[in-house]
């Protein structure tokens, strides 16, 4: 059946089309760089958790805890305690920890860190980031380093 009357001729459609998908094309190729430069979130400076949920934990042992939106784990050393981020530092992928091996896996690239974190078997160049953990009366403070 043959329209007497159509809204746009095939050649505007066909130039919207086109315009839709080198605009797509733009914005998949731009959002990567915008983001870089202006990060979706801000680390915390500092993250307080109760005491009372780690102070039962044994020596060597990890649990984790959240660092803002990413992932952070508390290992207990001697009398006091670490924290580290658990963000590989090759791609920024969020590391597991598997107690049976006691190490730190990254799946995106499988990268190993052990339990100290320190970079021992595939592509992350740096050991995971540490965090400064203290006791403040009923608190477990996690902070960043240079924080006060």
């Known amino acids: 059946m043959k329209l007497d009357h159509s809204l746009f001729k095939r050649r505007e459609f066909l130039n919207w089309l086109l315009g839709g998908w080198t605009a797509a094309l733009f914005g998949s190729l731009i959002s990567p760089i915008v983001r870089f430069v202006f990060p979706p979130y801000q680390e915390p400076d500092k993250v307080t958790l109760p005491l009372k949920d780690y ?62 974190g320190k970079n021992v078997a595939g592509p992350p160049p740096r050991p995971l980031r540490r965090l400064r953990a203290e006791v403040e009366g009923e608190t477990l403070v996690v902070k960043r380093e240079g924080v006060a």
Request: aromatic residues 14%.
């Open 55 to 116: 102070e039962s934990m044994e020596a060597g042992s990890i649990k984790s805890f959240a660092w803002g939106v990413k992932p952070g784990f508390i290992k207990r050393e001697g009398g006091g305690f670490v924290a580290i981020v658990g963000v590989c530092t090759h791609l920024d992928c969020n590391v597991a920890w598997l107690p049976n091996d006691r190490k730190f896996y990254c799946a995106c690239h499988a990268g190993w860190y052990d339990a100290e």
